[in-house]
């Protein structure tokens, strides 16, 4: 059976329980499956980061929908091996892990700076036939209706995401736990080589300040485990030896397939996932003897990932 | 001269910049200060737990206003060496990481279980003029009105809190990374040894349904480095060899003063921290070219502490 699209896994909402593999070409396939299913996705080898670590390996996963000229440059930097040998310089603990070639903190650099990618308008149907043919609409799950930073806050294909409008407006994705962007000077359009990593409670005031452009999907206990800066000191490790080191950063199309993690991301459109939603905001368990407010933070709400061997 | 109360540091806002040892006797003191002080308190020896892992030494604040009854018993435990060799059993990344007698998932223990200390009454001053006399009222710094899961939130003596009423009413300590709380079954007085401490984004919805009774004031970097479990099946590690072990669990006061760290803690109802608050509220760093809604998370708050040589 020829697939041109991705294959997916089909699993019952109880995690873990039953597995099925089975093959959908997209996810208007979707309504076909009982209700409460998840649908679990693969990682475009395209869009996947290895980061390797001597602490580990951490996997992150691009997104060239909302920043695509900071994902294109990212990736040209990838393939000449940029990163290999460069190091998280500024970790401050609960807040961010930040590495690169530290122009942001002043060294010389010639990579070009990046225009801010801070957020998009949300993409409508082309008015042309044409280009309406390969037109493909942004997917929304919605989350939370008046989230203290956000009019509306959802998943964009598995990325915590938030609008100021409920239908078109604007669209960028949230700082949370796990958000990979680009640092930058005071400057909207400085931002060059340096990432971070979100490794504490989500600092959503960034959002809309600053171009998220992936997020880690494995790997955030090796991510937790970079060594920290003085938080008193803007977090700048000084010494080599305090710091830890990328032994290499690279895209996963660039490995060989047995060199990949077979990673399968729950596919945050799914029904299986919109159940996990509704039980998250509507906590009917015994275990909770004052029931929770019916709201749910965007941050707060894990998307599942396997790890088949 | 006499100190009846702690020793405190006085502190320029403008942090580590310029240190003056000065003795206040309480909070009254404040006032006398310059505007924008920012005080600095040590930490009281009989409620602070040294915690030894491999990974490193945490210090974690107990919280005896809120939690009496697990407070007694924790320090009962913490003096027979109850929690020397035991271990974090159960580590969910961006959740908890789970420690104690295993008495939570089903082990036999033979210590009482607790009752429940969910939340307080906001105390007010006693009619009884003798008792009156050494009543001392609860600080409350605000931080945020109509905070999603709670009407107000704010900070108590350092502490990250909530309450549902501006005056009176109940209060309650809320989860936020750090959070020190005891675990327990369905049934709200089961907790008996088993703690857990929060490691990823505030799980707010626990709040008022377990008992929060400390908070890690120091080496949350190593607490992040306590060894994960699998995620998807609850976080319960199997074998010994992939745990994270307890080498010692004592109370500051047991210890020799030479074994202690010089841990100075923000004041949180002081004029600095308030300060603080309102820069974090209201960002006019030109660094946002969109300006951030003009709201504080009582999680995302991080409460200054000082390590002196």
Known sequence: ???????????????????????????AAAPALAAGELLWNPLDPDNTVYLELQEGTVVIELNPVFAPKTVKQFKKLLSERFYQGLSFYRVIDGFVAQAGD?????????????????????????????????????SWTPVQKGDPFAPYTGFIDGFPAARDKETGG?????????????ARNDGADTGRTDFYIVIGQAPRYLDRNLTIFGRVVWGMDVVQRIKRGPTLKNGIIVKD??????????????????????????DTNSEGFKQMLR????????FFHHKPPAVLDICQVPVPVRLEN
Not at 279 to 286: E, S
Request: glycine residues 2%.
């Open 241 to 266: 030896l305090d710091r830890s080191w990328i032994k290499s950063m690279r895209l996963a199309s660039s490995l060989d397939p047995a060199q990949r993690l077979d990673i399968w991301v729950a």
């Open 279 to 286: 039980a998250r905001r509507d906590r009917n368990d015994k």
């Open 170 to 182: 604007k669209a960028w994705l949230t700082h949370c736990p796990g958000t990979f962007a680009m």
């Open 1 to 27: 059976m020829q697939m041109p699209g991705p294959a997916r896994y089909v699993m019952a909402a109880r995690l873990a329980k039953r597995l099925v593999l089975s093959c959908f070409l997209t996810t």
């Open 102 to 138: 530290e122009s942001d903190i002043g060294k010389a650099s010639k990579i070009p700076t990046l225009e801010a990618e801070f957020q998009i308008d949300w993409p409508t149907r082309p008015r042309d036939k044409n280009k309406a043919k390969n037109w493909q609409p942004l």
